[in-house]
């Protein structure tokens, strides 16, 4: 049954990326592990990245994009989409 009165939990952008990321990955049917070796990070790595456990640097996410041939526009864009719209850090 639905909670009435409150607001959807918004996901951080760790979330939000991790979200993008896994269904970057699974569009393209690649493994965790395939991604991985393909961007030079551990699968263990791309894991915890997809669980929200990791906050990627630009290295790490130009290097994944480049593994699923898209643009690193289109995954940081999906993640803004998913963030619902741009995300500023609260003071």
Known sequence: M?????????LNPEEAFAKALRRARKSRDMSQETLGFDS?????YISMLERGQMNP???TILSIA????????????DVENLLGGSWRRES
């Open 2 to 10: 639905p909670v009435r009165g409150r607001k959807a939990a918004r």
């Open 40 to 44: 030079g990070y551990h699968r263990t």
């Open 57 to 59: 640097s630009l290295r």
């Open 66 to 77: 480049a593994a699923l041939h898209i643009p690193a526009a289109q995954l940081v864009g």
